[in-house]
């Protein structure tokens, strides 16, 4: 009976990684463009970025629409950068929408300031225009700039570009990293009002205060096990467990985010990750030859080679679960640490992000716990 009932299970995990969903069950999506300054003085906006992207995507993980959690793809611009092209408005386009997030903190790190020329109104322009924005009117789509120069610098009028987010029903929320009392910010609020988004005030240098846990080794004792859940194939496949590694490294004393956040569904790494590809229906194991996969899955026959990826999945589950309950227990601690030291969460990049997200995503009819 127990035999029967372990292929029983194994059969079923192996129809939902290898089944098709019909079009009538497409998820939601979240599409969200950041546009950072990346002139001399935004070093700490970049730094505030790299460090809290990962608190970003886990203030996602519980919002759901029509009981199911969206997919979300994140583009990333820099601008106002001397080392960029002139005759592209000093904008450049560092990823479009991706759902692989490594490759998002990959690009960040590699931002270097310089100069320069802020553009604000080509860089929104330039995102409405190069991106693969989503044309389902449930999907929820929006964009993030920050920067502390003018907001209508440039040949390219920022109304003129605000309203093409306008029509194509795309929020814009305006960041001003400056005086708060400056003159200057009034445009960068102006922009956000005519987009029908948010404007915040923040201090780009501000740092942001890390509080050390009883938990934090053990989720990064975790998170170096579901590192090895992974399947790596095809071209990318190196390129992939490499870059997850180096975004681990990066993350330094965030590794506990970076970890919850792979232990959620937003984590995807389908273009070298076998069981991410298969469930995204990239690519079939049928397809697949040898020489595509890794030394331990060759020369086993289909048979083998789907319960191996059934059994390396059951585990990854296992794992993000245990994650997932350890950063809990690490969220409720830090809590109660700022109340009996009484500090406060302050204006930082990610607060003020996560504050408009979760504004908006409930207007658009997502459900926030």
Same mark, same amino acid.
């Not at 969903?21 to 970025?49: E, H, R, V």
């Not at 109304?159 to 795309?170: F, P, Q, R």
């Not at 090895?228 to 190196?238: H, K, L, M, R, S």
């Not at 109660?336 to 979760?358: P, W, Y």
């Given at each position: 009976?127990?035999?029967?009932?372990?292929?029983?299970?194994?059969?079923?995990?192996?129809?939902?990684?290898?089944?098709?969903?019909?079009?009538?069950?497409?998820?939601?999506?979240?599409?969200?463009?950041?546009? $950072?300054?990346?002139?001399?003085?935004?070093?700490?906006?970049?730094?505030?970025?790299?460090?809290?992207?990962?608190?970003?995507?886990?203030?996602?993980?519980?919002?759901?629409?029509?009981?199911?959690?969206?997919?979300?793809?994140?583009?990333?611009?820099?601008?106002?950068?001397?080392? $960029?092209?002139?005759?592209?408005?000093?904008?450049?386009?560092?990823?479009?929408?991706?759902?692989?997030?490594?490759? #998002?903190?990959?690009?960040?790190?590699?931002?270097?300031?310089?100069?320069?020329?802020?553009?604000?109104?080509?860089?929104?322009?330039?995102?409405?225009?190069?991106?693969?924005?989503?044309?389902?009117?449930?999907?929820?789509?929006? !964009?993030?700039?920050?920067?502390?120069?003018?907001?209508?610098?440039?040949?390219?009028?920022?109304?003129?570009?605000?309203?093409?987010?306008?029509?194509?029903?795309?929020?814009?929320?305006?960041?001003?990293?400056?005086?708060?009392?400056?003159?200057?910010?009034? $445009?960068?609020?102006?922009?956000?009002?005519?987009?029908?988004?948010?404007?915040?005030?923040?201090?780009?240098?501000?740092? !942001?205060?890390?509080?050390?846990?009883?938990?934090?080794?053990? !989720?990064?004792?975790?998170?170096?096990?579901?590192?090895?859940?992974?399947?790596?194939?095809?071209?990318?496949?190196?390129?992939?467990?490499?870059?997850?590694?180096?975004?681990?490294?990066?993350?330094?004393?965030?590794?506990?985010?970076?970890?919850?956040?792979?232990?959620?569904?937003?984590?995807?790494?389908?273009?070298?990750?076998?069981?991410?590809?298969?469930?995204?229906?990239?690519?079939?194991?049928?397809?697949?030859?040898?020489?595509?996969?890794?030394?331990?899955?060759?020369?086993?026959?289909?048979?083998?080679?789907?319960?191996?990826?059934?059994?390396?999945?059951?585990?990854?589950?296992?794992?993000?679960?245990?994650?997932?309950?350890?950063?809990?227990?690490?969220?409720?601690?830090?809590?109660?640490?700022?109340? #009996?030291?009484?500090?406060?969460?302050?204006?930082?990049?990610?607060?003020?992000?996560?504050?408009?997200?979760?504004?908006?995503?409930?207007?658009?009819?997502?459900?926030?716990?």
């Amino acid at each position: 009976m127990q035999k029967l009932t372990r292929i029983l299970f194994a059969t079923a995990l192996t129809l939902s990684i290898l089944s098709f969903p019909t079009k009538a069950f497409a998820k939601a999506k979240i599409q969200m463009a950041i546009l $950072l300054d990346s002139s001399n003085s935004m070093d700490g906006l970049i730094d505030q970025t790299r460090t809290q992207l990962w608190q970003i995507v886990n203030s996602l993980t519980k919002v759901t629409k029509d009981g199911e959690v969206p997919n979300l793809e994140v583009a990333l611009y820099h601008y106002g950068n001397d080392g $960029l092209p002139s005759e592209e408005g000093f904008v450049k386009l560092l990823t479009g929408f991706t759902p692989e997030l490594d490759l #998002v903190s990959e690009k960040l790190f590699s931002i270097r300031t310089n100069g320069g020329q802020e553009y604000a109104g080509w860089a929104i322009r330039s995102a409405m225009k190069e991106l693969n924005w989503s044309k389902e009117q449930e999907d929820f789509r929006v !964009i993030f700039i920050a920067g502390n120069e003018p907001f209508d610098q440039g040949p390219i009028l920022w109304s003129e570009a605000v309203n093409l987010a306008v029509k194509g029903d795309t929020l814009v929320n305006t960041i001003y990293c400056g005086s708060a009392e400056s003159e200057e910010r009034q $445009l960068w609020a102006s922009g956000a009002n005519l987009a029908q988004g948010s404007h915040f005030n923040i201090n780009q240098d501000e740092k !942001i205060e890390f509080v050390k846990s009883p938990y934090d080794e053990q !989720i990064a004792s975790w998170n170096a096990k579901l590192n090895q859940t992974y399947i790596p194939y095809g071209a990318e496949g190196d390129v992939g467990r490499q870059r997850q590694t180096i975004e681990d490294s990066n993350s330094g004393i965030n590794l506990a985010a970076r970890g919850n956040s792979k232990a959620s569904a937003y984590y995807n790494n389908a273009s070298w990750d076998l069981i991410d590809a298969l469930d995204a229906k990239r690519v079939t194991l049928e397809e697949l030859s040898d020489d595509a996969l890794p030394e331990a899955m060759r020369n086993m026959s289909l048979a083998q080679k789907q319960d191996y990826v059934v059994a390396k999945k059951a585990e990854r589950e296992i794992i993000q679960k245990t994650i997932r309950d350890l950063y809990q227990k690490r969220s409720e601690y830090v809590e109660k640490q700022r109340q #009996v030291t009484g500090n406060r969460a302050k204006n930082t990049l990610d607060s003020v992000i996560i504050q408009s997200l979760r504004k908006q995503l409930a207007a658009k009819g997502f459900k926030l716990q």
